[in-house]
């Protein structure tokens, strides 16, 4: 059994309510209640594999497509004890793999301004959200494969809220595509 992963309902309105081979989670926004929701389930059960859905804000201008597959994860809103950015005290500066796919930022406020881009972008990310650092974490914690697929669903600039709200139905359907194609469910 494989567990799908979201953080939001609405990520997962195109998804049938049972999905074969899959258990639904939805852990809620941010690092915090993501962490806790998924390490809860793992606890409670066993899975061959996390499947992680969702949204990203794209931070890279020559980032093409529409969902593609994220295979490591920054904090882009910690520091170190010397005021590092994106290095934190105790954690990994970046999680995952080093295999084909791209770089995440998460933090746990919702990036919607030009010159946050500016301050992420060097970090060596192409995409933002604020869930998917926990979810790589605990999946490692816990020895449980993981793979996450984002739908870009804004340019993480001005408005990119409204943007985000207009666009997150459609992004629920590339999504599913995307899992029918990846899965055959």
């Not at 979201?6 to 941010?30: K, M, Q």
């Not at 979810?135 to 804004?154: E, H, M, N, T």
Request: net charge negative; aromatic share 6%.
């Amino acid at each position: 059994m494989r567990l799908l992963v979201a953080a939001l309902e609405s990520e997962v309105v195109a998804f049938p309510a049972d999905l074969p081979g899959f258990e639904r989670l939805i852990t809620g926004p941010g690092k915090l209640q993501a962490a806790v929701a998924l390490t809860r389930t793992l606890d409670a059960g066993s899975y061959e594999e996390i499947v992680v859905v969702g949204t990203a804000g794209c931070i890279d201008p020559l980032l093409q497509g529409d969902v593609h597959d994220v295979v490591a994860a920054l904090q882009h809103d910690v520091t170190d004890i010397d005021g590092i950015v994106g290095q934190h005290v105790s954690l990994p500066a970046r999680i995952g793999s080093d295999g084909d796919g791209v770089v995440i930022a998460t933090g746990d406020h919702f990036v919607d301004d030009a010159e946050a881009v500016l301050r992420i972008r060097p970090l060596g990310a192409s995409l933002v959200d604020m869930e998917t650092y926990a979810y790589f974490w605990v999946a490692d914690q816990l020895g449980v494969p993981i793979r996450v697929f984002k739908a870009i669903s804004d340019r993480a600039q001005d408005d990119a809220h409204t943007d985000w709200n207009a666009t997150v139905t459609a992004c629920s359907h590339l999504l599913r595509e995307r899992i029918r194609e990846e899965y055959g469910v």
